[in-house]
T-cell receptor, first 112, second 112 residues
Framework: NAGVTQTPKFQVLKTGQSMTLQCAQD?????MYWYRQDPGMGLRLIYY???????DKGEVPNGYNVSRLNKREFSLRLESAAPSQTSVYFC???????????FGNGTRLTVT | AQSVTQPDIHITVSEGASLELRCNYS??????LFWYVQSPGQGLQLLLK??????LVQGIKGFEAEFKRSQSSFNLRKPSVHWSDAAEYFC??????????FGAGTTVTVRA
């Protein structure tokens, strides 16, 4: 089973460029999430989607937008990338709001 | 707001020795508690979870954790460490609100 699939695996952007990180899950989960991981800070929630058709801000939403395209797919967009957005981005899914998260393998983004 | 503290940034342990990773949390009610493990270049994998009931929880790969309400702790243990246990370990706390909070992580190095 694929589980949670993220694309791309690596990306380098220049300051001001835009890009979209893609995420898809095949576990029929209701909820999907975007986290960023920075050294010494653990994972911080950017946005989440409790169910298809809804999205909500997490702890660090500034500079990001999301789209829950359908039940399977949840994308993260950086409209104007900044060096502070250099990070590893993880998509995750869960059945409910208190269920364990299933993670993708991450996207390593560098903004120069 | 909920928060998680993992006091140890890095632990080195000999193969075959026991391992204990500390986790302290701050939360108004009894939270849901999780331990995740991350191997290099991978996403996070669930080791175990505590929702209620028996305060000693068994997980995968021979790990266990004990919930101590009086100490606001949820420490992870393994009686005998294998070289494959070298990884980064994250404690997380949440409620039924989709906003899981992660600690900063503890990196475990296993020496032969």
């Amino acid at each position: 089973n694929a589980g949670v699939t993220q694309t791309p695996k690596f990306q380098v952007l220049k300051t001001g460029q835009s890009m979209t990180l893609q995420c898809a899950q095949d576990m029929n989960h209701n909820s999907m999430y975007w986290y960023r991981q920075d050294p010494g800070m653990g994972l911080r929630l950017i946005y989440y989607s409790a169910s298809e058709g809804t999205t909500d801000k997490g702890e660090v939403p500034n500079g990001y937008n999301v789209s829950r395209l359908n039940k399977r797919e949840f994308s993260l967009r950086l409209e104007s990338a900044a060096p502070s957005q250099t990070s590893v981005y993880f998509c995750a899914s869960s059945q409910t709001g208190d269920s364990p998260l299933h993670f993708g393998n991450g996207t390593r983004l560098t903004v120069t | 707001a909920q928060s998680v503290t993992q006091p140890d940034i890095h632990i080195t342990v000999s193969e075959g020795a026991s391992l204990e990773l500390r986790c302290n949390y701050s939360y108004g009610a009894t939270p849901y508690l999780f331990w995740y493990v991350q191997s290099p270049g991978q996403g996070l994998q669930l080791l175990l979870k505590y929702f209620s009931g028996d305060t000693l929880v068994q997980g995968i790969k021979g790990f266990e954790a004990e919930f101590k309400r009086s100490q606001s702790s949820f420490n992870l243990r393994k009686p005998s460490v294998h070289w494959s246990d070298a990884a980064e370990y994250f404690c997380a706390v949440g409620a039924n609100d989709y906003k899981l909070s992660f600690g900063a992580g503890t990196t475990v190095t296993v020496r032969a």
